[in-house]
């Protein structure tokens, strides 16, 4: 066997080259892959000549034998916390960079003042502390799913923070076949309970069963419980329950309900509590892309 050497001794931990233009020195790449956006370790990440590529090193440390994950793992363990995310493959670029860039091209100053709310929040994130979770609010097309899933990516790849997305109608149906199955303690269902950030879109769409209001309520609930972070988008303004009818199709810009009204006043009472809201305005991101001739 090989004596120890001490960590300083040996080979550096493999890292992006820096001037790579693929990934811009930040060692891996998001793109779509079939359904889903997908992220991968840039090819200009070489072999790690510390661990061998093995990912573990044996070194001396103080002298004393020690051994641990070597540093070159930090970008392949994000690459695969980000990939168990499951984000549609139609949000593969989307970043705070680019909501931003898009705002600014559209001239569109609310969008701007949303997008610097939600990185005010991203800063007050702390690793390991129960923060707030946050609900991007507003009408239909105003980039919330966007500015959502940069937000995710920051978190991924800046604080390594586990992330699940949901569509809140998939939510449903993945929440139906786990109850129907008789399994209320499924692994799918632990995992959107237990997940260390939830991020569901378009909370309170569709026509709502009191069966799901009330699996809803139990998934939030036990988000509540844990003090787990709970992010989320939806096209209804915030508000209690009001008792309004929904709208028909020709009024959808002028709905007269409320997410307690889609969602109940339990679920978003909670969710007030264990949440910053932040409004999307603006104009609609495709009209004004349709208007601009892009
Ligand atoms: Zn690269
Ligand atoms: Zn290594």
């Known amino acids: 066997m090989k004596p120890l050497l001490p960590l300083a001794d040996l080979p550096a931990a493999a890292a992006p080259a820096p001037h790579c233009p693929e990934c811009r020195a930040e060692g891996y790449v998001i793109e779509a892959a079939g359904d889903w956006t997908e992220a ?14 093995l990912g573990q090193v044996n070194a001396l440390v103080d002298g004393v034998p020690r051994s641990g994950r070597c540093a070159c793992q930090r970008i392949p363990d994000r690459v695969a916390r980000f990939n168990l995310a499951r984000i549609p ?59 959502l899933i940069a937000l995710l990516r920051e978190l991924v790849f800046k ?26 303690d499924s692994p799918v269902l632990r995992e959107l309970a237990t997940v260390e950030v939830l991020a569901i879109d378009e909370l309170g769409k569709g026509r709502l069963t009191d069966w799901e209001l009330q699996v809803i309520d139990d998934v939030i609930s ?51 509590e264990m949440a910053d809201f932040i409004e999307v305005g603006g104009g609609d991101c495709r009209e004004l892309l349709r208007a601009l001739g892009r």
Request: glycine residues 12%.
């Open 222 to 272: 036990r988000r509540y419980n844990s003090s787990a972070v709970t992010l989320g988008t939806t096209n209804f303004r915030p508000g209690a329950a009001t008792g309004a009818a929904p709208p028909n199709a020709a009024m959808i810009d002028q709905n007269p309900q409320t997410l307690g009204d889609r969602v109940g006043d339990r679920v978003y009472s909670r969710l007030r």
């Open 40 to 53: 991968r370790v840039c090819r200009c990440v070489p072999a790690c000549e510390r661990c061998g590529g």
């Open 159 to 184: 604080h390594a923070v586990s992330v699940r997305f949901i569509e809140f109608s998939r939510l449903l149906a993945t929440l139906r076949e786990g109850y129907s199955e008789g399994r209320s």
């Open 89 to 147: 493959a139609r949000f593969a670029s989307a970043t705070l960079s680019t909501f931003m860039t898009g705002a600014m091209t559209l001239g569109e100053p609310k969008k701007q003042v949303a997008a610097a709310e939600a990185m005010r929040w991203l800063g007050s994130w702390r690793p390991g502390e129960h923060g707030r979770g946050l609900v991007l609010h507003g009408l239909v097309g105003r980039g919330k799913t966007h500015l």
